[in-house]
C-alpha cells in the first residue's frame, strides 16, 4: 500500500526469512514506525533488518523483547540507514555495558528524541557514555536495571545535559544517595514525568531532590513501592 506509515509486527513468530521478505517489499520504503516487539529475533534477523536502505524514512523502531545482544546493538549503531529515528525502543534486551558503549558511540543515532532501556543489564559505568546521544533526548526509560546510586551520579556527571521530559528510573535501587544525586543534575530543568518507584528512597532522601534548584515543574512523580 502505497499510505502505509506504521507497521507493528509484535508477537507474530517474525525470524530471519520473515526479514527478508520484509526487506524486499516496497511498502517498507514509505514507513515511518516499524514495531517488532516479542519475536525473539536474535542477531541474524536484526543484521538483516538494519541493513536494509528502504528504512531512510523510519522514525520510530521497537525492538523490545528480542534477545538482542551487544552484537546487535552494535550492528543497529553502525547502519547509516536509522539515522532518522527520533524514537528506539530496546527494553528487555540482554545489551549490557557492551551494548549501551555500541549504542552510544554510533556516528548515526545523534538525533534521538526517546530511547527505551528498561531491563537491559546496562551497568553504571556505561551511563557516562550516554551523553553523546543526549543532544534531543526528551524521553529515557533506565527502569530495572538495579544501578544504584553509582548509575545516577554517572548520569549526573555526562558531559551533554540532555533536554528530558520524561526520567525512568524505577526499580534500580538508586536509594537516598541517589535520589539526592539525581537532584543535582541540571537535566531535571524542563522534566513533567520523573518515575522512581521501588527504590528505596525514603522521606528524608526525598527532601533534597524535591527541593531542588534544578527541578521543573512536574506533573507525574511516581514513587509506587519505596
Known amino acids: ?26 511498502a517498507l520504503a514509505l514507513l515511518e514506525s516499524l514495531t ?16 536494509a ?6 522514525r520510530h523502531l521497537s525492538l523490545a523483547r528480542n534477545r538482542l545482544s551487544p552484537t546487535s546493538a552494535r550492528d543497529l549503531a553502525h547502519s547509516p540507514h536509522l539515522r532518522g529515528l527520533a524514537s528506539l525502543d530496546l527494553s528487555n534486551n540482554p545489551l549490557g555495558h557492551d551494548g549501551l558503549v555500541e549504542l552510544a558511540r554510533s556516528p548515526y543515532l545523534t538525533h534521538l528524541e526517546e530511547l527505551g532501556l528498561a531491563r537491559t543489564y546496562v551497568t553504571p559505568p556505561a551511563m557516562g557514555h550516554l551523553s553523546t ?5 526528551r ?28 526520567l525512568d528510573l524505577s526499580g ?4 537516598d544517595e541517589g535520589a539526592r544525586a539525581l537532584g543535582e543534575w541540571p537535566a531535571l530543568a524542563g522534566l513533567r514525568d520523573l518515575r522512581l518507584g521501588v527504590n528505596g528512597i525514603r522521606a528524608f532522601g526525598l527532601r533534597p531532590l524535591l527541593f531542588s534548584p534544578h527541578l521543573g515543574p512536574l506533573r507525574r512523580l511516581t514513587l509506587d513501592g519505596n
Do not use: K, W, Y
Not at 53 to 58: E, P, Q, V
Not at 139 to 166: I, K
Not at 172 to 175: D, H, L, P, Y
Open 1 to 26: 500500500s502505497q499510505s502505509l506509515r506504521q507497521l507493528s509486527l509484535a508477537a507474530a513468530g517474525v525470524n530471519a526469512t520473515s526479514i527478508e521478505v520484509l526487506c524486499r517489499a516496497e
Open 172 to 175: 534500580n535501587e538508586v536509594g
Open 53 to 58: 536502505r528502504a528504512l531512510g524514512r523510519l
Open 139 to 166: 524521553r529515557l526509560s533506565l527502569a530495572g536495571n538495579n544501578l544504584g546510586s553509582g548509575g545516577v551520579e554517572a548520569l549526573r556527571r555526562c558531559r551533554t545535559c540532555p533536554p528530558l521530559e520524561m
Open 133 to 137: 546521544i543526549f543532544s534531543h533526548l
Open 36 to 51: 517488532l516487539d516479542d519475536n525473539s529475533l536474535g542477531s541474524a534477523a536484526t543484521q538483516l533488518l538494519v541493513g
